[in-house]
């Protein structure tokens, strides 16, 4: 509860600041549609803060968003913005969020299920055993760590699942319609399982994972960051975290496997993208290559300590982290964008899809209730959704 209500008072006080305090041109097209331009009431800001859906484990949502929830005008803007084409082919009806709750609830049971069953036979903790470290071969160790940081992460999916799900009952977290006229219940949601078990890049993988956190830290923190705003951003992530050096551990890892992945995507991928074989056998590849880095990466987040993560990446003689220096120093880090689009250049894997997302998510904009400003929040949202 401490880590989501930091979220929410850290991304409402940047909400103000943009709103009130900055002058627009100097906003980016997301802080732009997310900026609150009147002081929330005592009654708003307690409300957004500790409303009993997201109390305990989220997941955060823009303060707009919330707002415009609250005084009933979320489905009236989101359909007028799936209103917006003339050729519209189907009749809006009242949205319910019966299915999109009865499958998340499904998905929690799952978890939970595989959690208090095959995770307790693959402890994490087991890739640090004296004697299997002795006796085991490395595709063995590789193998174990794999599925051990796997079976971990079902406790994740089970929390944020649950917590979509119970805002969803309230009735938040209606976005809208898609193209056959299917209503989407993932204002807010927080993962995609299957893109995160399949994903081939490290970029994927943080896209998929944490989304909700993954904003916000893009917004408070990477968009407002005077120089290196990947490794800022990091370190804000482990310090939003706790106080355990694993964490420190896992970030600042991951900080040197985000920029090696980068700098192979960008180097050596579009090599193999034009066969459609050649690119099947490229994506199974780079599939064991991203979830073996992925759990190299993640081990000192389970375990904490920095004796039992140093005794791991000890065992492995660091062999990821050298790999990943090497591939800094034999690959440049290309630019996708050149002149005045020079900061996107260097933007943390994950942004470039938040910014799609952000774009997606923005709120139902304004906390007044005049026509005119309805106007403008329809307006913003249905030019976001075409991009």
């Keep these: 509860p401490m880590m989501i209500i930091t979220q929410k008072i850290t991304s409402l006080a940047f909400e103000i600041h943009d709103g009130m305090f900055r002058k627009n041109e100097d906003l980016t097209p997301s802080q732009r549609c997310l900026a609150v331009r009147r002081m929330p009431s005592l009654l708003e800001?307690?409300?957004?803060?500790?409303?009993?859906?997201?109390?305990?484990?989220?997941?955060?949502?823009?303060?707009?968003?919330?707002?415009?929830?609250?005084?009933?005008?979320?489905?009236?803007?989101?359909?007028?913005?799936?209103?917006?084409?003339?050729?519209?082919?189907?009749?809006?009806?009242?949205?319910?969020?019966?299915?999109?709750?009865?499958?998340?609830?499904?998905?929690?049971?799952?978890?939970?299920?595989?959690?208090?069953?095959?995770?307790?036979?693959?402890?994490?903790?087991?890739?640090?055993?004296d004697n299997f470290r002795a006796t085991a071969s490395w595709p063995v160790r590789f193998f174990y760590l794999y599925v051990s940081l796997m079976a971990a992460r079902p406790k994740y999916y089970f929390a944020w699942t649950l917590a979509d799900a119970i805002n969803n009952a309230a009735g938040f977290g209606f976005r809208g319609y898609d193209k056959n006229g299917v209503t989407r219940w993932d204002l807010i949601s927080n993962l995609r399982i299957q893109q995160i078990e399949f994903s081939t890049s490290f970029k994927m993988f943080l896209d998929n994972w944490n989304i909700q956190t993954a904003l916000w830290l893009k917004r408070v923190c990477y968009e407002r960051a005077t120089f290196s705003p990947t490794i800022q951003t990091f370190i804000l992530s482990a310090i939003w975290h706790g106080v355990y050096p694993g964490y420190y551990l896992t970030f600042l890892t991951g900080v040197l496997m985000t920029l090696a992945a980068r700098a192979i995507r960008n180097n050596i991928r579009h090599y193999f993208v034009e066969s459609p074989a050649v690119k099947l056998c490229y994506d199974i590849i780079t599939w064991m290559a991203t979830?073996?880095?992925?759990?190299?990466?993640?081990?000192?987040?389970?375990?904490?300590?920095?004796k039992p993560s140093f005794t791991f990446y000890s065992s492995c003689y660091f062999c990821l982290h050298i790999a990943s220096i090497l591939v800094l120093l034999v690959f440049p880090l290309k630019r996708t964008e050149k002149g005045s689009k020079k900061h996107e250049s260097i933007q943390p894997v994950w942004s470039k899809k938040l910014e799609e997302e952000n774009l997606l998510q923005k709120n139902s904009y304004s906390t007044t209730n005049n026509s005119f400003s309805q106007k403008q929040e329809i307006t913003c949202r249905y030019q976001a959704l075409k991009q």
């Design 291 to 306: 979830q073996v880095a992925i759990s190299y990466t993640v081990v000192p987040f389970v375990l904490l300590s920095v």
């Design 45 to 129: 800001y307690l409300s957004y803060n500790c409303n009993f859906m997201g109390i305990l484990a989220g997941p955060l949502c823009s303060y707009k968003d919330y707002i415009t929830f609250i005084e009933g005008r979320s489905y009236q803007l989101q359909q007028s913005e799936a209103n917006g084409k003339e050729d519209a082919k189907y009749e809006q009806t009242d949205p319910s969020p019966n299915i999109a709750v009865a499958q998340k609830l499904v998905i929690c049971g799952l978890s939970l299920l595989f959690h208090m069953t095959i995770t307790k036979t693959l402890p994490v903790e087991y890739n640090i055993d």
